[in-house]
């Protein structure tokens, strides 16, 4: 075995203390996502949109890598491993995983509002890393947009869906962690996995997929990691 995909969701940063969307008490609890990450709502208040990204790189600054994070990272020692990760934060790379890709976005970065979204096309060099700090209403690119979070909105097409189909589909091993496969297009991409790639979910709900390749290992991320490392 050479070769393994990792596939992440919100369940694998909980630990860390970030929040999760869609779980009780969960960040959609509380905001409305059409009204804050949704194009309609960028239309309609921006400002808006703006605040709650960048509440989220406030609190992003306060927390660390999880165990399972590094656990992850400490598999590139032995294969290739490509991070596919339906998450917005940067804790797989401060952990040390070096092969990321961001289906939704990352919230470290913003981007001309009237840029394609192309994440992997021209587009990219207009993407800034702007870490931790706040964007307010009137910061603009140097094509004189204004800057839009780097985010991946309700309603957008995700770009990198066909690079992270290719590299399920080159995978000898298929790892999914921290997510219930509800948010498509992301919750397809197992199907691509080659017919005698194994594939691994590790969840502490049950999760109901009729694919014999798949062994579910029902515990949260950094224990469910901890033993699958183990047989590895």
Avoid at 67 to 77: D, F, G, P, S, V
Wanted: proline share 6%; with cysteine.
């Amino acid at each position: 075995m050479n070769r393994i995909a990792v596939l992440t969701g919100a369940g694998v940063s909980a630990e860390s203390g970030l929040g999760t969307y869609r779980d009780n008490g969960g960040l959609w609890d509380n905001y409305d996502p059409m009204e804050v990450a949704s194009a309609e709502g960028w239309a309609r208040n921006p400002g808006k949109v703006l605040e709650f990204y960048n509440m989220q790189r406030r609190h992003l600054r306060e927390v660390q890598p999880n165990q399972a994070h590094r656990l992850i990272a400490e598999l590139e020692k032995k294969y290739r491993v490509d991070v596919i990760t339906q998450n917005v934060d940067n804790l797989h790379e401060r952990a040390g995983s070096t092969h990321v890709v961001h289906l939704h976005g990352e919230v470290t970065k913003v981007r001309p509002e009237n840029s394609c979204n192309d994440f992997d096309g021209f587009s990219e060099k207009l993407v800034f890393d702007v870490g931790y700090d706040p964007v307010v209403l009137g910061d603009k690119a140097p094509n004189g947009a204004q800057l839009r979070p780097h985010i991946v909105f309700f309603g957008e097409a995700v770009p990198k869906m066909e690079q992270a189909i290719d590299l399920v589909s080159r995978a000898d091993m298929v790892i999914i962690v921290g997510t219930s496969l509800s948010v498509y297009p992301a919750a397809s991409l197992y199907r691509y996995a080659r017919g005698e790639a194994p594939i691994w979910l590790i969840d502490p709900k049950p999760v109901s997929l009729h694919d014999p390749r798949i062994r579910q290992l029902q515990t949260v991320a950094t224990e469910g990691m901890k033993e699958l490392c183990e047989k590895l």
